[in-house]
């Protein structure tokens, strides 16, 4: 059974003041000229490969988000379980279902182990609320919980063999729209007392844009999903977009034109299959993965304790 979120929520400042800020990890320091504000990582994976060489291992990378500021974090799990998750693994994921589950990682598994190692030192109960939308039950309006009573998952380990047991037997659907996993990542931010959450989205696609809708106008996905992002900046609540598979992305350049001019700066996309794509070892990808992911989130951070959002 689905979940609903309320979307009459609050709007405010998570916004202000935010691109003051470089974005540094560790020795590393990155102008804003170098870094696409849109929070679009696409076309900048050779900046974050050159940072990714600083680092020898994921705890490394934790250990530089703690130096930067970052002292608490709760992660949020949401995962795409569309249609399109059957086909577009021909190129990158070896004419795979993005969801199969082998022997091997499927790109949705790897995600979530490099994010949740790396997340895991700054969550002081682990307990990760992990959510799917796009199946046939919840299509484009709700989302449901990994857990049939709808409870966290305890640690890394428990959600990745959560996460294989649903994509195992999930009926894959659609459309798409991260505005059902952003309002149930909003509600879960009020419960805990307002603690800091990066809400981590896995997603094979871009929000869905019918063929007739025009280059300057917003699917009602769009829409819906602008309004819930817009909604989460009065919240210390991250969200992260990680795109897996072939794509394609170009409609979501609309979509990051508007984002940036309603100063969306609590949203990112980052391309995981371009960066897994690279010429370096699986270690240097990990890291360059969760750098592209994280580097920004202690600023962030320290964004929401300044604007006094924190519980």
Request: charged share 25%; net charge negative; proline share 3%.
């Amino acid at each position: 059974m689905g979940l609903k979120a309320s979307t009459n929520k609050k709007e405010s400042g998570f916004h202000t003041n935010w691109d003051q800020n470089f974005v540094s990890i560790g020795i590393h320091e990155l102008q804003d000229d170098e870094v696409d504000r849109t929070h679009n990582t696409t076309g900048n994976t050779s900046i974050v490969r050159g940072m990714a060489h600083s680092y020898s291992s994921l705890e490394e990378v934790s250990a530089a988000l703690g130096k930067e500021g970052l002292n608490a974090s709760k992660l949020l799990i949401g995962i795409d379980f569309t249609k399109s998750n059957e086909w577009t693994g021909r190129v990158s994921f070896n004419n795979w279902s993005l969801h199969g589950i082998g022997d091997a990682l499927n790109p949705y598994e790897k995600a979530i182990s490099i994010i949740g190692k790396t997340l895991a030192p700054f969550d002081g109960d682990n307990l990760i609320p992990c959510f799917g939308f796009g199946d046939e039950i919840t299509h484009d309006q709700e989302v449901f919980s990994l857990h049939s009573d709808h409870s966290p998952c305890h640690g890394l380990e428990e959600t990745l063999s959560c996460y294989r047991k649903i994509a195992q037997n999930a009926k894959l659907a659609g459309p798409t729209s991260y505005a059902p996993v952003i309002e149930a990542a909003i509600d879960t931010v009020e419960k805990s007392g307002g603690q800091y959450h990066v809400l981590l989205i896995i997603s094979d696609g871009q929000v869905t844009r019918s063929s007739d809708t025009s280059d300057k106008e917003l699917s009602p996905q769009e829409e819906e999903t602008l309004k819930s992002i817009v909604n989460a900046r009065s919240y210390p609540l991250s969200i992260v977009v990680v795109r897996v598979g072939d794509g394609p992305w170009e409609d979501m350049k609309n979509f990051g034109d508007e984002l940036r001019a309603r100063e969306c700066h609590n949203f990112k996309m980052v391309n995981f299959t371009e960066i897994m794509s690279t010429n370096a070892t699986s270690a240097e990808k990990e890291i360059a993965f969760a750098l592209a992911a994280l580097m920004e989130i202690p600023f962030e951070y320290k964004a929401a304790v300044e604007l006094g959002i924190l519980g």
